[in-house]
């Protein structure tokens, strides 16, 4: 019988607490798929999970459950994802605010590098302001003109405190001398339908979000905060052309999954979500209706994005004193 050595009983420890990752791996999935979007339905990342949810489907064999947890600027149903089993049946789709919230929130209960793998960014799009076209305003430089007029009157929607649309309109107001009322909301859905109703006097969403309603004529487009303009909104002035190119901000979509999934697991999952957005109709909805640059990146281009996307927009959230919901 061969002697024990402390490295055959750490390799056998080793090997006894990977082989039931690998099993549970190799028979995956046996069992229902949650995905949790932690913001109402009717959003934009609402819109990315159900695009995928038939593809997903008959990609993997299996029933994909969407599950909308929103609370906490998106935090409380990423902390569900976080603290699931890592077994692949709980994934996470979710949005900008993702990246800032650990800066926003206090007593932040999870932590996004540490407690999420990351598995692909799905894409990114340009920030849009708009109006419900009862309204007076036609550009940024009637919004300008008529806060400077009549300080702390005009009142915008966001999806959250700390959303990265909320800062842009901060350095924003900052640039531009003046001061506008921020009303921050549960989601993308809630603040465009206070923004339709013209209970608000701005919404600044992604383009994802506002583009169908402006094509209907119930908003009227002013800016947008990207680079460059939009194919679908060709005349419709970026705000660096306006003269605040600090203000430029792209929305973003992504998707986790608890830390220790298994790589196999998440391998299986991207591939299949993948395949499933780049079908024509889902791809189509994402990048024409929806004006997404659709990216699909591998797991670490994720979390190099992210990380960015906290250096930058978490230091706008500390320099201003912002606090989240």
């Known amino acids: 019988m061969a002697a024990l050595t402390r490295r055959t009983i750490v390799t056998g420890m080793a090997g006894a607490l990977l082989a039931p990752l690998a099993a549970r791996a190799q028979s995956w999935p046996s069992g229902p798929i949650r995905i949790i979007v932690p913001f109402p339905a009717g959003g934009s990342v609402d819109a990315v999970a159900r695009l995928a949810q038939a593809g997903l489907q008959q990609r993997l064999g299996t029933t994909i459950v969407i599950e909308n947890?929103?609370?906490?600027?998106?935090?409380?149903?990423?902390?569900?994802?976080?603290?699931?089993?890592?077994?692949?049946?709980?994934?996470?789709?979710?949005?900008?605010?993702h990246a800032v919230n650990p800066v926003l929130l206090p007593n932040f209960p999870f932590d996004n590098q540490k407690d999420l793998e990351p598995v692909t960014l799905v894409g990114t799009a340009p920030y849009m302001v708009a109006t419900n076209p009862a309204k007076p305003f036609k550009s940024l430089a009637d919004v300008i003109a008529e806060a400077k007029k009549t300080p702390g009157k005009i009142s915008y929607a966001s999806v959250g405190s700390g959303s990265i649309g909320h800062l842009a309109m901060v350095l924003l107001s900052k640039e531009a001398g003046v001061e506008l009322i921020h009303v921050p909301y549960r989601g993308g859905a809630p603040a465009l339908n206070d923004a339709l109703a013209g209970h608000v006097d701005l919404i600044n969403g992604s383009a994802a979000l506002v583009t169908s309603h402006i094509a209907a004529g119930r908003l009227r487009p002013l800016w947008q905060h990207g680079a460059k303009r939009l194919p679908a909104h060709p005349t419709v002035q970026t705000v660096g052309e306006a003269g605040i190119p600090s203000a430029e901000a792209n929305a973003w979509w992504g998707v986790y999954a608890p830390a220790k999934t298994p790589k196999e697991i998440i391998d299986r999952f991207r591939t299949a979500l993948v395949e499933s957005l780049r079908e024509d109709k889902a791809a189509r909805m994402l990048t024409e209706s929806q004006q997404m640059?659709?990216?699909?990146?591998?797991?670490?281009?994720?979390?190099?994005?992210?990380?960015?996307?906290?250096r930058i927009w978490g230091g706008v959230a500390r320099d201003n004193g912002i606090k989240g919901d």
Not at 73 to 88: C, I, N
Not at 302 to 310: A, D, G, N, S, V
Request: net charge negative; aromatic share 6%.
């Open 293 to 310: 640059s659709l990216l699909l990146t591998p797991p670490e281009a994720l979390r190099k994005f992210e990380l960015e996307q906290t």
């Open 69 to 97: 947890r929103s609370g906490a600027s998106g935090s409380t149903g990423s902390a569900l994802v976080a603290k699931a089993p890592p077994d692949g049946s709980t994934w996470l789709i979710t949005f900008d605010n």
